[in-house]
């Protein structure tokens, strides 16, 4: 399987970069962010690219794709809508449009967040767009599509991540995580898992399109 990677160079995207290294199934994996990873490994290539909105520059290097594991992404935190939208959702759908129009056969997979809100009408700014998110994915014509909505995802290899409200969660939570996972199983998830469901559903597929902690869990 030749796989493009988004947002590698975030807490679930090195998670997910790790699994596909490591996997036998991946063959090639295509990094593609504002910055470089700097990881080395035959499988992998890696391309640089400031506004990813407009990857026309790099069309010829984005066909014979089999999936995208889309794990880009920002928090809401101090944003307003349209700042929070135009990352979330316009950066999203753009890269999306060009990779079907490059791939017709591609999967596609996103990761939103447990709590999306589907119905695009909640009162949560954040939940309502990546609920838009991920709805306009579902209808854009991938051979498949699946929003990964992981809750609390402890953060393993050595894996950090850039976004600093998440990063004061993780100092509190993470030595609390044993705890987590013997009282709420269903409610966490670490990154080696999140990274092994995404390459099993690209391969094989899920029974459903939106895939919460337990059936990321049970996929893995
Ligand atoms: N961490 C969690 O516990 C958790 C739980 C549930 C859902 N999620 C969701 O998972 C996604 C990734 O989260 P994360 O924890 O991995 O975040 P992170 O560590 O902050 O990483 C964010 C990634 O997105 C990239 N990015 C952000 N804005 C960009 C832009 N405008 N252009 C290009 N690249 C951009 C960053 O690239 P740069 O290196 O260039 O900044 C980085 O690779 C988010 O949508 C988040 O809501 C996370």
Request: charged share 20%; net charge positive; hydrophobic share 40%.
């Amino acid at each position: 399987m030749k796989v493009i990677l988004f947002g590698a160079t975030g807490m679930v995207g090195q998670g997910v970069l790790r699994e596909c290294l490591l996997s036998p199934e991946v063959e090639t994996i295509l990094t593609i962010g504002r910055t470089l990873t700097g990881q080395q490994s035959p499988k992998l290539q890696e391309i640089a690219q400031k506004d990813l909105t407009n990857l026309s520059a790099v069309e010829n290097q984005l066909t014979g794709y089999d999936a995208c594991f889309f794990c880009l992404g920002i928090s809401s935190a101090g944003m307003n809508e349209l700042d929070y939208t135009r990352t979330t959702y316009d950066l999203t759908l753009s890269v999306a449009r060009t990779l079907l129009k490059l791939n017709p056969n591609m999967t596609f997979i996103y990761v939103s967040g447990t709590g999306t809100d589907s119905t695009e009408k909640g009162r949560s700014m954040w939940a309502r767009v990546k609920g838009r998110t991920e709805n306009y994915l579902l209808r854009l014509g991938f051979k498949a599509a699946y929003m990964f909505r992981p809750g609390y995802i402890q953060p393993l290899d050595g894996i950090k991540t850039k976004t600093s409200l998440y990063a004061a969660i993780y100092a509190v939570l993470g030595p609390l995580y044993p705890l987590l996972k013997a009282i709420a199983p269903s409610y966490v998830t670490t990154t080696r898992q999140v990274g092994r469901a995404m390459i099993r559903v690209a391969l094989q597929g899920a029974p459903k399109t939106h895939l919460e902690n337990r059936d990321i869990n049970t996929l893995a």
